[in-house]
């Protein structure tokens, strides 16, 4: 199985100010994937990031609020820009290996 | 769209309790059905997975029967611990798709 490491693992950050998640992979994934999980509730898809290509987000999500770089298979980011105290979640990256989805420990993110 | 539903939480019950958590969803056509666990403070970890109908995904105890004609995956244990305590989510997913997990149902289990 892909094994997945997050950084930073959380942080606290202030109104306005921009965080990058990094998500690296133990091995050559074509599909990798970013959630939000908000305070108690499950986990909805941000957006997916297949290398060489742009990320696809999912309705709700934009570009300009949660831009992805997916520079090479075994490596991606997740920009949160201009947070506001909404944005505070659990941030997790995702990957696919022969079909089954593998999760990263996830960013936990409060904004102030 | 497709959905899974999951029955609400928490669920409490003491150790060595039989353990059910519900799970059903609405999908076109068969999708592979996954239950997951988050431990406090923990991202996902994949407990078992069932990817055709009649399938039995079993792991640590755990099992979930993939059942077409119900449209149901329920989680079983026959004896929890306190150690399973977590957040269990159902979520299914079609081949190289994104997971469609289910609002999740946390376990707390007393000793």
């Known amino acids: 199985s892909a094994v997945i490491s997050q950084k930073p693992s959380r942080d606290i950050c202030q109104r306005g100010t921009s965080l990058t998640i990094q998500c690296q992979v133990d091995s050559q994934v074509t599909m990798m994937f970013w959630y939000r999980q908000q305070p108690g509730q499950s986990l909805t898809l941000i957006a997916t990031a297949n290398q060489g290509s742009e990320a696809t987000y999912e309705s709700g999500f934009v570009i300009d609020k949660f831009p992805i770089s997916r520079p090479n298979l075994t490596f991606s980011t997740l920009t949160v820009s201009n947070m506001s105290p909404e944005d505070s979640s659990i941030y997790l990256c995702s990957v696919d290996d022969r079909n089954i989805q593998y999760f990263g420990a996830g960013t936990r993110l409060s904004v102030l | 769209g497709d959905s899974v539903t999951q029955m609400e939480g928490p669920v409490t019950l003491s150790e060595e309790a039989f353990l059910t958590i519900n799970c059903t969803y609405t999908a076109t056509g068969y999708p592979s059905l996954f239950w997951y666990v988050q431990y406090p403070g923990e991202g996902l970890q994949l407990l078992l997975k069932?990817?055709?109908?009649?399938d039995k995904g079993s792991n640590k105890g755990f099992e979930a029967t993939y059942r077409k004609e119900t449209t149901s995956f329920h989680l079983e244990k026959g004896s929890v611990q306190v150690s399973d305590s977590a957040v269990y989510f159902c979520?299914?997913?079609?081949?190289?798709?994104?997971?469609?997990f289910g609002g999740g149902t946390r376990l707390m289990v007393k000793p």
């Open positions: 979520a299914l997913e079609f081949a190289g798709n994104m997971l469609t």
């Open positions: 069932a990817t055709k109908a009649d």
